[in-house]
């Protein structure tokens, strides 16, 4: 990728591993759970995953990110409904993040799309955006990392799910079961 969205979040940064070593903990599910969170990645073009974060009552999490300063899922957009908790925020239940592969060549580019849920409330909201991972060698047997996260848009699923009358309640209303 040569120019980012003016949205794009960048990061980057030298790591004195191998790019191979590095590859794996991006494409292996229990390395990328391991610093990301629990999935069940596929590291091939138009394979679908999930990203699922912690939910509320997961103690290794939130254990960790009470260390870091954070609280499990609270206030994240990864996050859709809630529950009352001491200190008047709320406590978030949360959903998987849906991704799909977009781009793998091994050791060089991870590039994946993700939907994760706004929030919480009917018509159901979404923020779609692109993760994509970029690693090159460095001279002394590391490896620079780049990760991109761009292409942020809200969507709104408008989409009805109809109840449709069980057999005895067609047969009740004269229709053939």
Do not use: Y
């Not at 993760?131 to 969507?155: M, W």
Request: glycine share 6%.
């Amino acid at each position: 990728m040569k120019q980012t969205d003016s949205d794009a979040v960048v990061l980057e940064c030298n790591l004195p591993e191998p790019r191979d070593k590095v590859w794996r903990a991006l494409t292996q599910r229990e390395l990328l759970a391991a610093w990301l969170l629990p999935n069940d990645i596929r590291p091939e073009v138009g394979a679908k995953f999930q990203l699922q974060p912690a939910r509320a009552n997961d103690d290794t999490r939130a254990d960790a990110e009470a260390r870091a300063g954070g609280e499990a899922c609270a206030g994240s957009e990864a996050c859709a409904g809630s529950e009352a908790h001491a200190g008047g925020r709320a406590r978030v239940a949360c959903e998987p993040i849906e991704c799909e592969v977009l781009e793998a060549k091994p050791g060089r580019v991870l590039r994946w799309r993700q939907r994760e849920p706004a929030e919480a409330v009917a018509p159901r909201r979404f923020v779609e955006s692109v993760v994509s991972f970029e690693l090159a060698d460095l001279p002394d047997g590391g490896t620079h990392l780049r990760v991109i996260h761009h292409g942020f848009k809200a969507v709104t699923c408008t989409a009805t799910v109809l109840s449709f009358p069980t057999r005895t309640r067609a047969t009740t209303m004269g229709m053939a079961a």
